[in-house]
């Protein structure tokens, strides 16, 4: 079924299409840091900091629905029929959600999500196919001075035309983008260490180390015996705090310092808040509190500045990629508008205002409340103490209008009242008004 759409294709190229972020197993050998960890694009994600950005980020922008529209007499309207590359971009059956899960975290952790896009024999797309990007350099073709996509190596080679490539950041004059993980590896590399260190601490026994001290000489063999004795009686955590004795004369002396003293949660916290701004994550949102640095207002409004500043730049360039594909002045949109809502209260403060203010319609509204629209929904209402200049004088009658009930309210003649204001005169039905009495029914 696959080799009759997408016909034309070259089997090599498609074999390596098939493959998905991260799954060919390979692992690129990390940088070793100063901390004395290695760090790389694979092994980040072992940190529980990384872990939880990554996750975030991806989740929250491939939940966001998608749609593509083009521009008509200044309007947004659907474009239909709509690829069916959109909902489904690795083919029938495949899922949108998983597709760009792949190309967020392809952004976050490697140079850039590099796509694999397979036409048909008309050209169209049909297909979209996330690569992994460890495996892929770019250059410049000699000739054509094109882009070229190098797989393992020089196994396979794709044209810029076959290759979507978003990447997050890009120095100047460079094709390939920069991996946050390789520019950040020092910080990454101490938290991985302080990880590593806390793993230690508490295996052994929450014992800190130290050096046994005996007094006069001992053989090599002898000193082996004497630290795997104290060892196999006191590491773990089932013989943690146990009374040891030591004969002899020998005693033990501690050379390094505590959890406690070491400032050991003190320096993974700041290590956590490091990651979150690597990631340009607030802390809150992966379950890091700054003390008594949160309230209700500041999450809420980092919650705002988190879909303006680290979700709209990545939405953005994934948009952008994805517009290149279709025709004409079409274009992909991800709707992030429900990101932006606030509480129950200051929505429907919103919404009251934008019907007041006239720029939204009911409809308008219950489009956004993914709710039904209704009959007349469709009418803009415009407050009338905020008209066109042109129609001042229907204000300008009102308030004579106004004027003349209030006077013929308080015993006026009415003849005399409309000519006093220039009012034309107008007949009465003849019923008398429950505001005004006869003079002989009035009581004091």
């Avoid at 390979?26 to 872990?51: F, K, W």
């Avoid at 392809?106 to 796509?115: T, Y």
């Avoid at 910080?187 to 005996?214: P, V």
């Avoid at 407050?383 to 004027?403: F, Y």
């Amino acid at each position: 079924m696959l080799g009759r759409l997408f016909a034309g294709a070259e089997p090599e190229s498609r074999d390596v299409s098939f493959q998905t972020v991260w799954g060919s197993g390979i692992d690129v050998s990390g940088v070793i840091t100063p901390s004395g960890t290695a760090i790389s694009q694979q092994n980040s994600l072992q940190l529980g900091a990384v872990y939880a950005c990554v996750r975030l980020l991806s989740d929250t922008i491939a939940s966001l629905p998608t749609d593509t529209f083009v521009r008509r007499n200044g309007d947004r309207v659907p474009f239909r029929p709509r690829p069916a590359w959109v909902t489904e971009p690795d083919g029938p059956g495949s899922s949108r959600i998983d597709y760009m899960q792949q190309v967020v975290v392809s952004m976050l952790l490697s140079h850039g999500a590099v796509i694999q896009v397979l036409r048909n024999g008309s050209g169209e797309p049909v297909a979209l196919i996330p690569l992994d990007p460890t495996r892929v350099e770019i250059r410049r073709n000699r000739e054509s001075r094109q882009r070229e996509f190098v797989i393992d190596g020089g196994q396979a080679v794709l044209m810029a035309d076959d290759v979507l490539y978003i990447s997050e950041m890009r120095r100047p004059g460079s094709l390939k983008g920069v991996s946050r993980i390789d520019e950040a590896k020092n910080t990454l590399g101490l938290a991985k260490a302080l990880d590593e260190f806390a793993a230690r601490y508490f295996s052994n026994g929450a014992n800190t180390s130290g050096n046994i001290e005996f007094p006069g000489n001992l053989t090599a063999e002898q000193a082996k015996e004497l630290v795997d004795g104290y060892e196999a009686a006191h590491r773990g955590l089932r013989k943690a705090h146990r009374p040891g004795v030591l004969s002899g004369g020998a005693k033990y002396v501690k050379t390094g310092a505590d959890g406690e003293q070491a400032q050991m949660l003190q320096s993974r916290q700041f290590a956590v808040e490091e990651i979150a701004r690597i990631f340009r994550v607030p802390p809150h949102m992966i379950g890091s509190l700054v003390p008594g640095a949160a309230s209700y207002a500041s999450v809420e409004q980092n919650a705002i500045q988190f879909v303006r500043y680290t979700l709209l730049p990545l939405v953005s360039k994934i948009e952008e990629a994805h517009s290149r594909l279709l025709p004409g002045d079409a274009f992909l949109r991800m709707n992030m508008d429900g990101l932006l809502r606030g509480d129950s209260a200051t929505q429907a403060s919103i919404f009251s205002t934008a019907l007041q203010a006239g720029y939204m319609s009911v409809n308008d509204i219950r489009r956004l409340m993914d709710m039904r629209p209704v009959d007349g929904g469709d009418n803009v209402r415009v407050p009338l103490a905020n008209i066109d200049l042109t129609a001042a004088g229907l204000v300008e009658m009102r308030e004579r209008v106004e004027m003349a009930s209030k006077l013929v309210q308080n015993g006026y003649a009415p003849e005399q009242v409309l000519a006093a204001l220039g009012l034309p005169s107008i007949d009465h039905t003849g019923l008398a008004s429950n505001q005004l009495q006869p003079a002989e029914n009035a009581q004091v």
